[in-house]
């Protein structure tokens, strides 16, 4: 079993920033790809960027040149920096971790986190 555990959210004005991390733990040999996902009131889950183990990373168009996502895949932990935060970014935000192999025989799986709340006030 793997844990995913989410920090780093909060209440923020319009303009400012933060920082969330995410820290898997547990039996794992790899993770194919970890990401962020938000998702708003009355909104479905939306990809906010995502980033492979060997650094590609990929981002939706609402924060791009924003947000940065990077990985240290030595801690199984991946990052999400958001700038120039705006009230439309307000949402809870989860953490994925894809194809996460627990050995070389062992089918992939996908986990996520409990998700952190990131509010924006304008």
């Known amino acids: 079993q793997v844990q995913l555990v989410e920090s780093g959210g909060g209440l923020v004005q319009a303009g400012g920033s933060l920082r969330l991390s995410c820290a898997a733990s547990?039996?794992?040999?790899?993770?194919?790809?970890m990401g962020w996902y938000r998702q708003a009131p009355g909104k479905q889950r939306e990809l906010v960027a995502a980033?492979?183990?060997?650094?590609?990373?990929n981002y939706a168009d609402s924060v791009k040149d924003r947000f940065t996502i990077s990985r240290d895949n030595a801690k199984n932990t991946v990052y999400l920096q958001m700038n120039s935060l705006k009230p439309e970014d307000t949402a809870v935000y989860y953490c994925?971790?894809?194809?996460?192999?627990?050995?070389?025989?062992?089918?992939?799986?996908?986990?996520w986190g409990q998700g952190t709340q990131v509010t924006v006030s304008s």
């Open positions: 980033i492979t183990d060997r650094g590609i990373t």
């Open positions: 994925n971790a894809e194809r996460v192999l627990a050995s070389l025989s062992s089918i992939p799986r996908d986990y």
């Open positions: 547990g039996r794992i040999f790899s993770i194919n790809a």
